[in-house]
């Protein structure tokens, strides 16, 4: 224990942790906390329970979290909650280390005791957090670091608003939670990070492309006025770079869609409207007038196979429409070029079964685990040279299992692919 002044301590806290045994009722909540806080869901709920379980253990009128930042150079408070209001000092909150005793309790691991929080003020004028605190009408608090593995990589602040209600006993309390409790707030924390980052890639996944669309589909449409002649006549060698620029844009417009459908689908937004329609007219034969430009470039032909007089179906039309247009357009863009492709359509009592092949140098049985998963790629050299997200694939297998159903795929390494859609009828109940 070392002793700065008559008003701050601070005393070591893992020192012989788990070494101290106290009386019963007190060692009864301890155990209560250590059993039960690793199994809160969130951040928000571990603090809650914790908040409601220390009331019994230390006077405390209020309690926050806060993390390291910036290497360990600042202190960011993130969550906080009090029996009183208003709270000043809130989450977003941040400080420098330099200077301020919290350095103390981040280097030393040691737990940090203030008795009287106004005399505390008088002595450190520029701590901006005390002053809010003294405002709050907090008097005393204790400070306590949260440590994994030899490294802090927060503290927990424990105040009353009664002077002198802390003491080296209290810190010993702490020492008690302190591993488990610490090991969960950073799991919860790392969770906590890794959603919020996630959904700030969706954003600005949706953002980009959504900016990116609409200039690529106007330069596209003027491209093809000039190509088309409406401006006057072109020479060759003018025709044939804008029909270079014309493919290039395709190439944007497809990895433009791609990631579109992507963002929605990891965004939550690309949710299951379904109604009961015809599936030719509604999304086989709209999927393939949209692929149909790519598949004449590449000197490509297309054969149908439909039942004679097919039932409706019930689905959602747009989201299978993704479906069919990801795999019309694999199989054009991986086919061989003036090569066959074979769309498939069979209506049974159960269900009903889309499939896509196309004559190219399809893919290796090791290969097909890579498959329906989000980025991934064959590694196979034919296929590895053409360009491609491994996007598509993958959102048309959520597609596929927000339907209740299910995709396949096979080959003939070196001869042919073929991808499957089967959606059961009538749609289950699914999450």
Request: aromatic share 8%.
């Amino acid at each position: 224990m070392v002793e700065l002044n008559s008003n701050l301590h601070f005393l070591s806290t893992f020192e012989g942790a788990g070494e101290e045994r106290f009386p019963e009722d007190e060692q009864a909540i301890l155990d209560n906390v250590n059993g039960k806080v690793a199994a809160k869901a969130s951040l928000g709920e571990l603090m809650d329970f914790l908040f409601g379980a220390v009331q019994e253990l230390y006077p405390c009128d209020r309690i926050g979290l806060a993390f390291l930042d910036d290497e360990g150079r600042r202190i960011i408070a993130h969550w906080t909650k009090a029996l009183y209001q208003p709270i000043l000092l809130q989450a977003g909150y941040g400080e420098d280390l330099a200077h301020s005793s919290l350095r103390t309790v981040i280097d030393s691991a040691c737990a940090r005791i203030i008795y009287d929080l106004p005399r505390y003020e008088e002595a450190h004028p520029m701590s901006a957090s005390t002053r809010l605190l003294v405002r709050e009408g907090v008097r005393s608090s204790m400070t306590c670091p949260l440590m994994v593995e030899d490294r802090v990589l927060g503290v927990l602040f424990l105040s009353a608003r009664e002077p002198k209600v802390y003491t080296p006993y209290h810190a010993r309390l702490w020492r008690a939670l302190a591993e488990r409790i610490s090991q969960a707030v950073e799991k919860a924390w790392r969770i906590e990070q890794l959603t919020a980052a996630n959904q700030a890639y969706n954003e600005v996944l949706a953002f980009v492309s959504h900016e990116l669309k609409n200039p690529v589909a106007s330069m596209m449409t003027d491209a093809r006025v000039l190509v088309d002649g409406y401006l006057g006549e072109l020479e060759p060698r003018q025709a044939q770079k804008l029909e270079r620029l014309i493919k290039k844009g395709n190439y944007l417009l497809d990895l433009i869609r791609e990631y579109l459908d992507l963002a929605r689908m990891e965004g939550g937004s690309l949710r299951l409207h379904a109604a009961e329609i015809p599936l030719v007219d509604e999304v086989l034969e709209p999927s393939f007038d949209i692929i149909q430009p790519q598949m004449q470039e590449r000197g490509m032909r297309l054969e149908r196979h439909y039942p004679d007089q097919p039932a409706p179906v019930v689905c959602d039309p747009s989201l299978l429409k993704i479906v069919l247009v990801n795999l019309l357009g694999n199989a054009v863009k991986y086919g061989q070029e003036g090569g066959l492709i074979r769309m498939h359509y069979s209506h049974f009592q159960d269900k009903f079964v889309v499939s896509v092949w196309n004559e190219g140098p399809g893919f290796p049985p090791e290969e097909r685990s890579r498959l329906f998963r989000k980025f991934s790629r064959l590694q196979s050299p034919e296929l590895k040279a053409r360009k491609g997200t491994g996007v598509g694939l993958y959102t048309a297998w959520r597609i596929a299992h927000l339907h209740g159903g299910r995709m396949e795929a096979n080959s003939k390494h070196g001869s042919w692919a073929e991808f499957s859609l089967e959606i059961p009828q009538p749609l289950p109940e699914v999450d």
